[in-house]
């Protein structure tokens, strides 16, 4: 396991760890950086199909970060997909799978 993202987000610390077994990663969040909160599975597995893309796996590495509105979103790349947007870019490889982006829908970063 190891940290996929971090950020200080309203005065609470959260840490995404990726957990490939689990389907995504998992979320904690402290006040403290002492006292944690587990809140299980955070970014998770997402099917999308755009432009040709197969993407049904797991989310591994990646980033977090707040965008100009406020808002929280992690940028990954699914860990098992092999099947990218050639359409996109006729020259990409079939594993030219696109980083994916999903942003928070709550303040606690919970809902994704």
Known sequence: MSVAGALTHKGVHHTFQGCPASGGWSHSSSSD???WTDHGRGVHIH??????MASHSEPCAGFVAVDDNGTVCAGYR?????HGTTGLNP??????VPMELRCAKDEN???W
């Open 109 to 111: 970063l919970t809902q």
């Open 33 to 35: 950086l002492v006292h």
């Open 78 to 82: 699914q860990c098992g997909s092999s």
């Open 91 to 96: 020259k990409a490889q079939p594993q030219d």
């Open 47 to 52: 099917n999308e199909t755009y432009m040709g």
